[in-house]
């Protein structure tokens, strides 16, 4: 996914509101750990599914709102201050709190492939 990560992050330009979809198990979080490989991101990247929020240098904010139950826990947790901070936010389980998208959100889906192979766009 390394090749695709360094695709992406050139493609991204100034976006910084980043959504991920896929079915569980797609690559979402193997994806996000790509990319924070390429903006040279040291700390191991791993999927905030506790926390909700795991926060790497740059500072990039990692989300994964797969335990949230309400919108109103996004918000709750200051999502709102994340996203619009100006830094670099990856978001898995978007539709989660797709209301609170900015519509400039670039979206990224993963789709897994009958011969298992892994398919990205945005």
């Given amino acids: 996914m390394g090749e695709k990560a360094q695709e992406f992050t050139t493609a991204l330009g100034d976006s910084h509101v980043i959504a991920f979809y896929g079915a569980m198990g797609a690559g979402k979080t193997t994806f996000i750990r790509a990319i924070c490989e390429v903006l040279g991101v040291k700390e191991p990247v791993t999927s905030p599914t506790f926390a909700i929020v795991n926060e790497y240098d740059g500072p990039i904010y990692h989300f994964d709102f797969y335990r949230i139950k309400r919108l109103e826990e996004a ?3 200051g999502f709102e201050d994340y996203i619009y901070s100006g ?3 990856l978001i898995e ?3 989660l709190i797709e209301d609170l998208l900015p519509d400039n ?3 990224v889906h993963i789709n897994v492939d009958e011969d298992g192979t ?3 766009s945005w």
């Fill in 75 to 77: 918000y709750d947790m």
């Fill in 87 to 89: 830094h670099l936010c």
């Fill in 93 to 95: 389980w978007p539709e």
């Fill in 105 to 107: 959100t670039v979206r």
């Fill in 118 to 120: 892994r398919t990205i």
